[in-house]
């Protein structure tokens, strides 16, 4: 992140948080409101009306059209879906593991979604004036600091998710030059997502301490870095 003094998202204008009622979705939607920043906070989930479901992209376009009604252009935009696990799918340990269903299904969430999202919500940030598009990735999916191996659908489309996020944002700058597109690694974060896998003696943070953390580093991040992957101190990650 470039030293100096921190170009922080404007006051006034909506926040909105997709996947709003995950464990750092919901934490998000408390800072946001609690920072009395914005002229209104907007948090979608599948519960939500309209409801979010980033498979399906008239579900997405029904969302966008509720952002686009809001009475004011989105000023920062939060994409907290995702998935790692569910009843049906877990991280692949070997290769032996790889299903193609679990695959398409990380996929269509992790990547496609958020493709979506881009497609759909980009085009309402303001023309002026410093503005956020901000998509959770992981760590796991940079390609340079895998030194693990496993969980193949998890990383392949999370690293799916960085490209798309870089791309948006190459074209986002062309339309919106003070606007910023990122992909934000938010660190080990007890939610539900992440207790299965959190190790002894590694640092595990409250959501709450994780969207404060997350909200500096967008204040901090300008045009330039637009594109770029970030983790939750606002330091580059390696694709």
Known sequence: MEQGALPSIPEGGVAVVLGATGGLGAAMVEALGASGRFTAVRGFS??????????????????????ANAGAAPRLIF????????ATMQPEKSWRH???AAMQRAFAVNATGPALL?????????REGKSVFATLSARVGSIGDNRAGGWYA??????ALNQLTHT??????????????VALHPGTTDTAMTQPFSKRGLTVRSPE???????????GLTPAESGGFFDQHGEPIAW
């Open 118 to 126: 881009m497609k759909h919500l980009l085009p309402l940030l303001p």
């Open 79 to 86: 994409d907290a879906t995702g998935v790692l696990h569910d």
């Open 98 to 100: 790889i299903d193609p």
């Open 154 to 159: 998890y990383r392949a489309a999370k690293a």
């Open 209 to 219: 301490v994780a969207a404060g953390e997350l909200l500096a580093v967008l204040d």
């Open 46 to 67: 599948r519960s939500s009306d309209p409801a979010l479901d980033v498979t399906d992209e008239a579900s997405v376009q029904r969302v966008a059209e509720a952002v």
């Open 168 to 181: 948006a944002a190459i074209e986002l700058a062309r339309r919106r030059g003070e606007a910023v597109c």
